[in-house]
């Protein structure tokens, strides 16, 4: 990872039923902790913001066979020419806090987060 990176929640988020899609899918695999779809934007590297998905991952896990396991897997539910980057990282890596403070996590579903009105 770059020196600098910026994590938002995304401007335009991608459809809810594919975020459900998406979150459902990365459930099939027991080395993702958790799952953001933050906006990001890397300076010097990047020309404009962009969604990415991350993974928040078990720190035994491979992370360069995981990525091409998930993105072979959620391949198959986007949209056509619809291309994703997909990021690995380790629970306590540099950018993880500022990937959860994006408040765009889509794994695992938090049921009370969207419907319960005292979680708040």
Not at 30 to 55: N, Y
Not at 59 to 80: H, M, N, Q, T
Request: proline fraction near 8%.
């Amino acid at each position: 990872m770059p020196s600098r990176a910026f994590f938002q929640s995304p401007v335009r988020p991608l459809a809810r039923s594919l975020s459900f899609d998406v979150s459902q899918a990365i459930g099939e695999f027991s080395e993702v902790v958790e799952a953001h779809f933050p906006e990001c934007f890397i300076p010097g590297v990047m020309a404009c913001p962009a969604q990415v998905l991350i993974l928040i991952v078990k720190r035994k896990a491979d992370c360069d066979a995981l990525v091409d396991s998930v993105e072979k897997r959620i391949g198959e539910l986007l949209p056509f020419g619809m291309n994703l980057d997909i990021w690995a990282m380790v629970d306590g890596d540099r950018y993880v806090a500022a990937v959860r403070s994006a408040e765009s996590e889509i794994y695992p579903v938090r049921l009370f987060d969207t419907w319960w009105p005292f979680a708040h």
